[in-house]
Structures are given as structure tokens and as C-alpha cells.
């Protein structure tokens, strides 16, 4: 009996990685940090690994209230858990002391959860301009001047959103929820 517990947790230790690598790899994609204008640095990764968080937790909120998917939400939450470790252990190796770590983390996951929210709102109302906008604010945030168009980026996410709307609770079980690859040509 207890050997099924320990089962349990690794098949979804298993599940977690597999969702938490396939929004790691979607969000470092190329094409946002060569073309469509997203700066390829620690912020830059955190913001776009951010929106593809943000895609995901609503797709599985998205499932419905069976007990399928108590389990999908669960899984969500152990994949936003798993986020949260990566950041920590990522603030380390910038070289962030065991002092330091609770603050940023707290900064973080403020900045992630308002980013959330934002985009959420945003993306409920299929509103490309103001999805767009959010972005430039967020992504270039530390640019007073003009920032770049954030146009295609909002474009490729509002399709990958409506895509994901359509995920059934046995492909984000399975870990089998996977993310549109950016293409320039069909977004601009």
C-alpha cells in the first residue's frame, strides 16, 4: 500500500516535468527573441516563460469540475510549484545569498501573478491591442524611450490561447498539451 503512494508521486513527478518542459521549451523558442522583438536575458526568459504559465493555467482551469479534473488542477498546481523551484534555484545561480532569495521570490511572484492577471483579462476579452500593450509594459519595462511593436507576440499568444481552449483533460493528464510553434509568416 505504501509503495502505491510512492507510485503515485512519481508518475506525477513524471507529469509535472513532462508539462513544466513543455512550457520551458515553448517559452525559449527562438523566434520570440530573433523576431519578434523579446530581449534574450533573464527577464526576457522569465517574461515569456511567464505568458506560456499563464496559457497553461488556463487551459487546465478550462476543464471543467468532474474528478478528472481535481486532478488536472492539482497537476496545474504541482506544475506552478515546479515554476517556483526553477526560479529559486535560478536566483542562486545568479549568485543571489540564502538572505536575499525570500525577497526576490516574493518580487517574482508578485510580478508573475500580476502578469497573469493582466494578460488574463486581456486574453478574455480577445483584445489584441491591449494584450500587445501589457506586453510592451512588461517586456520592455526597463526601456524609458520608444519599445518595440509587441504586436506579433500578442497575435501568436491570443491563437495559442484559442487552441489550448480546445485541450480535452486527457491530453493535459497525459502530459500530451502542447503549444503552437511560432510561425512569423502566419502571425504577421
Same mark, same amino acid.
Given at each position: 500500500?505504501?509503495?502505491? +503512494?510512492?507510485?503515485?508521486?512519481? $508518475?506525477?513527478?513524471?507529469? =509535472? ?9 515553448? $517559452? ?15 527577464? /526576457?526568459?522569465?517574461?515569456? =516563460?511567464?505568458?506560456?504559465?499563464? +496559457? ?6 478550462? =476543464? ?5 479534473? *481535481?486532478? =488536472? ?7 506552478? *510549484? ?5 526560479? #529559486? @534555484? ?6 543571489? /545569498?540564502?538572505? !536575499? ?26 483584445? +489584441? ?10 517586456? @520592455?519595462?526597463? *526601456?524609458?524611450? *520608444?519599445?518595440? #511593436? ?5 497575435? @501568436?499568444? +491570443?491563437?495559442? #490561447? ?5 485541450? !480535452? ?5 497525459? $502530459? ?13
Amino acid at each position: 500500500m505504501i509503495l502505491d +503512494l510512492f507510485r503515485r508521486k512519481k $508518475a506525477n513527478a513524471t507529469l =509535472v516535468n513532462a508539462q513544466y518542459e513543455a512550457i520551458t521549451q515553448s $517559452a525559449r523558442n527562438p523566434v520570440f527573441y530573433q523576431e519578434f522583438d523579446v530581449p534574450d536575458t533573464v527577464m /526576457g526568459r522569465f517574461n515569456m =516563460v511567464s505568458i506560456f504559465m499563464t +496559457l497553461y493555467l488556463r487551459a487546465t482551469n478550462n =476543464v471543467g469540475s468532474n474528478k478528472e479534473a *481535481e486532478g =488536472v488542477k492539482q497537476l496545474a498546481q504541482e506544475v506552478v *510549484e515546479e515554476f517556483f523551484k526553477d526560479i #529559486d @534555484h535560478s536566483i542562486r545561480e545568479l549568485g543571489i /545569498g540564502d538572505a !536575499g532569495v525570500p525577497k526576490r521570490m516574493k518580487k517574482l511572484g508578485r510580478m508573475f501573478y500580476g502578469r497573469a492577471e493582466n494578460y488574463g483579462k486581456a486574453l478574455d476579452n480577445d483584445n +489584441l491591442k491591449e494584450l500587445a500593450e501589457a506586453f510592451s509594459r512588461n517586456i @520592455h519595462s526597463d *526601456e524609458a524611450d *520608444e519599445t518595440p #511593436d509587441m504586436q506579433y507576440l500578442a497575435r @501568436h499568444v +491570443l491563437s495559442v #490561447d484559442k487552441e489550448l481552449k480546445n485541450a !480535452g483533460t486527457d491530453d493535459i493528464i497525459k $502530459a500530451k498539451l502542447s503549444f503552437p510553434v511560432p510561425n512569423v509568416d502566419t502571425v504577421t
